[in-house]
Every structure is written in structure tokens, then in C-alpha cells.
């Protein structure tokens, strides 16, 4: 494999209307680099296929490589800096869950046609190779909401931004163009969420829920999703994460939810964000929100840049 040219993957991309979330795992002892290798060629081909096929669409694959797969694949080594086994973070009440993943694929798309082709032509590939752990399929719910009523993503990075808090930079210039992708599958409690006043909705979130505006900081509980996750470095510069979640259900089975997804130039932030809800800052100040929502899901990955998979070679 050569030293990457930069060329990301579309980790900036706004959210689209509909999202198909796999988690894979490699089996063992079977021979997987071909099939890797054909997948590396997958991600790139679907990109441009739909760029040229369906450009209105914006629809897209992103694909994210975990630290076991990252060994396993003889994929370069230094590994880059912060890819690393996602450790459970467990507070007094709620735990931040490690669950496995060797790959991860966000497949978006105005077209949900589009995004269960992608995943379609995966499976057929993956599946002789790996197990699919979990598959989720999100939708845009109403203006941008989550399930729970409150718009999700207002304080993503916007414009050239976007790329500064997602992409690694120098720090990490064999890197330099991928991201630390992170995501967590959380299934909400709406009975009695829904039994919780509006008022108190928006002290646990620190938002009106109509409006989205921010609550002030004298009025916005110091325990609220929006004080905890608002973060900044030592020098007080801010700290962002570009968010891509998803709303999913099953109103049948009464599982309803949001799939939280990360993806930011360093994995610290992000852990940062995951510390303060649930160990709480000051400790034992955790996200009110955790009472409401539980997480089941947690794992790390990094996204290389296309160049990096174009030149993925099997031995």
C-alpha cells in the first residue's frame, strides 16, 4: 500500500434522507484480503457511479476500518495515532457499551433504492468472509429531529469547517485526509419521555424544543445534553465533531431510536464528549439525557482515504 494523496472519503457530506448503517465482522481463519480488496474497489466505484449516475442524489459510501481488522488486513503500520479498540467508559448509572466491528458502512441517499443496492452488493461480497453484526436503516425525521422531538446536529461545524474538524491533519501526515469515525446505536425509553413535561424536556436537552434555540448558559442546567457535549481544548478553543445520526423503529416493537455517528480529526474529542455524559463533568454530573436513552451499541473505526483503498493490494 502507498502513501496516501489526500483524497477523503465524503465524511463531510451533510446528512441525507435516508441511511443504511452495517457493522461487520471478519471471521476467523478464513482468507479475506481478496474480498477486502473487492470492497475497496466497491467503495470507490459507488461514489462515482452515482456522481455521474444519480448526481442529485448525493448518494454516498463511506467505509470505516476497525483496529483488530486493521492488523488483520496488514493495512500500514504506525497505525494512525488514536485508532485503537473502543474501551467501555462506565459512570455511577449509565454505561458507554464496547461492542465489536471490523468494518463499518454508511451508505446515504436521497434513494433508499440507491442505499440498499450499495448494501446488497456488499453482502454479497462480505458475506462468505464476515458476519453482519447490525443493520440499521435511519430516515430523516421531520426537519432534522430525532425521535424524541429535539433537532439533532445543530452545532455541526458548517462549511470549510467541516473538513477542519473531521479530517486529520499534519499531526498525522500519513493520515492526513481520514477521519475517526465512532458510532453508537441508542434505543429510547418514549413512554416515559413522552410522559415528561415539555419544560422539563428542554432542562435535559437545554433547547426549547420548538424553537432550537439554546437555553442561556444561567438558565441551562450545568447537567443538560447540549452543556456536557459543548467542549474546548486547554487554550479555550472550541472542540467539534461533525454528527451525521439517524432516527430508526420499530413502531410495531415499540423500538425506536437514534444512531448516533461521529466522525472528527482526532477520536479524543469525541471520547471527551462520551466521558462527560457518562461520568459527568464535574464527576457525577452525567447527561440527564442517559435516563432516557441507552446506549447498546459502541465501536471505533478509521476512515482512510480513497487513495488508500485504491491502493489497497492483496498478498
Known sequence: MKKADFTPQNVTDNPNINTIFTVWKLKQEVPNK???????????????????????????????????????????????????????????KHTAVSTPGDLHFHLRGASMGACFDMSMALAEVLSPVADCLDEVQGFRYWDGRSIIGFVDGTENPQGQDRAFYAMVGEEDNQYKGGSYLFVQKYLHQLTAWNNTSIEEQEKVIGRYKMSDIEMPDDIKPTNSHSALTNIEDEDGNELKIIRDNMAFGHAGKSEMGTYFISY????????????????GEPLGNYDRILDFSTAVSGSLYFVPTLDMLGDYEAD
Open 264 to 279: 472528527a480529526s482526532k477520536f479524543s474529542t469525541t471520547k471527551k464528549m462520551l466521558e462527560n455524559m457518562f461520568l
Open 34 to 92: 481478496q474480498a477486502f480488496a473487492r470492497v475497496c474497489a466497491l467503495v470507490e466505484n459507488f461514489n462515482n457511479s452515482f456522481r455521474t449516475r444519480l448526481p442529485e442524489t448525493q448518494t454516498t459510501c463511506v467505509m470505516g476500518i476497525g483496529y483488530e481488522a486493521w492488523i488483520q488486513l496488514n493495512l500500514p503500520q504506525p497505525l494512525p495515532k488514536e485508532l485503537q479498540s473502543f474501551e467501555a467508559i462506565r459512570g455511577n
